[in-house]
């Protein structure tokens, strides 16, 4: 689809695959993972991040307040999970998480987005900067805060 558009944030971490999949599992990874500046309200959590595990979200779009439902998919004990917008402010969003190892003591994080706005190429044309622009802000805040967490468990 010529409106469709992956976004791809790569980053390696210092700690085994295992333990930065285990951070992302953890209950409260989204609230760690949410950026200050970003208005998102969770409106029921996902149970975990295993497939079938549903959670809504409130976020902002402008002035508008939507909805966004996502469910997890693909699960790979200590390797990858994704979740899929069933309803939200994307035509189509589907984020799969990657931890991949490096040796016994790295991994390298990744997170694939493939999205599609809406309205097609018009949606892309007028929004597609924005979106690509806020989402490069947002994955560099994520991984930041995952590598600081994992520093942190190492020197405690």
């Not at 944030?9 to 999949?21: H, K, Y």
């Not at 549903?54 to 790979?76: M, Q």
């Not at 018009?122 to 930041?144: C, E, S």
Request: charged share 25%; with cysteine; hydrophobic share 40%.
């Amino acid at each position: 689809m010529p409106s469709d558009v992956q976004f791809v944030a790569q980053s390696r971490i210092d700690a085994p695959a295992e333990v930065v999949f285990r951070w992302h599992a953890e209950p409260d990874a989204l609230d760690r993972l949410t950026p200050p500046w970003e208005p998102v309200e969770i409106v029921q959590r996902a149970p975990g991040i295993h497939d079938g595990d549903r959670g809504i979200l409130r976020v902002h779009v402008g002035p508008f307040r939507i909805r966004w439902v996502f469910e997890h998919c693909n699960y790979i004990e200590g390797r990858q999970f994704r979740d899929v917008q069933i309803s939200g402010p994307f035509r189509r969003w589907d984020h799969t998480h990657k931890m991949e190892p490096q040796g016994a003591s790295a991994c390298i994080l990744t997170d694939c987005i493939r999205y599609e706005l809406p309205l097609g190429s018009v949606g892309k044309l007028f929004a597609g900067w924005f979106v690509h622009r806020k989402l490069t802000r947002l994955f560099k805040y994520r991984h930041q805060v995952t590598a600081e967490a994992m520093r942190a468990r190492r020197e405690s």
